[in-house]
């Protein structure tokens, strides 16, 4: 049987309505809930508009550094930088594979660096200087440990974080990473954030505690949007002046 056999068969097979089963921390341990497809359609039609808003575009390049376990939302990801048309490498966000990362990075020369950790950055400081590699590119969206690590060097980057099983993502703005209100609800409770499930989300799930220190800002951005934003207390370092 060819190849295209194999596909067109495959095609008519159902597919579930289920995509992931989404582990999350919150603050009593590991919880589950699940996205569907159409939820993934969805979350990747967010994720495309906010990094437009970051001026990506066709033609352009792009480098993430993901987990495997992080399929949840690195998939909404890697479908919105291909509904974008950018050409993008993978690399591990786990610190061992810093080398991983270098090499895209000097051979990609990408517009945007995406899911940068901490861990990463403390590879790459043993034969690299941090700023001087991650200046000059023009978005770079990091997690919440590698965020003041990168601003003190002189680099604005913008928070790219899970919160539970939501993703939020920073604007140009840098006055917090917004989340997805059509989707998500999200709140604070003495210094701590809750998510719940909103109303399109088919697997429920009710006001559950992260463990997170933050607060939520709620009323329009700067950018235009009225999606809540979290400012987490582990990235309250304002930027530096660059060098």
Do not use: K
């Not at 009323?219 to 660059?242: F, I, N, Y």
């Amino acid at each position: 049987m060819a190849r295209a056999d194999t596909l067109a068969r495959a095609g008519e097979l159902d597919r579930p309505e289920l995509a992931y089963l989404v582990p999350f921390r919150t603050a009593d341990g590991i919880r589950e809930t699940e996205l569907t497809w159409a939820e993934l359609a969805r979350d990747t039609d967010w994720v495309t508009a906010r990094l437009r808003e970051h001026g990506l575009t066709a033609g352009q390049r792009a480098l993430l550094t993901a987990s495997g376990f992080e399929g949840f939302w690195g998939q909404a990801v890697i479908r919105a930088l291909q509904d974008l048309r950018v050409t993008y490498g993978i690399a591990e966000a786990m610190g061992w594979d810093h080398r991983r990362t270098s090499v895209f990075h000097r051979e990609l020369r990408p517009h945007a660096v995406i899911g940068l950790s901490a861990e990463t950055l403390e590879g790459l400081s043993a034969a690299a200087d941090i700023g001087q590699m991650f200046r000059p590119t023009q978005i770079v969206l990091a997690r919440p440990a590698a965020v003041p690590m990168l601003r003190a060097l002189g680099v604005p980057a913008c928070l790219f974080s899970a919160v539970g099983p939501a993703l939020a993502l920073e604007c140009p703005e840098r006055s917090g990473a917004h989340v997805n209100g059509a989707e998500w609800r999200l709140g604070e409770r003495d210094g701590e954030l809750f998510v719940a499930a909103g109303e399109q989300r088919t697997s429920p799930l009710p006001e559950t505690p992260l463990g997170i220190a933050g607060r939520v800002v709620s009323g329009r951005c700067g950018c235009g949007s009225e999606d809540p934003r979290v400012l987490l207390a582990e990235t309250a370092q304002p930027l530096s002046s660059r060098s």
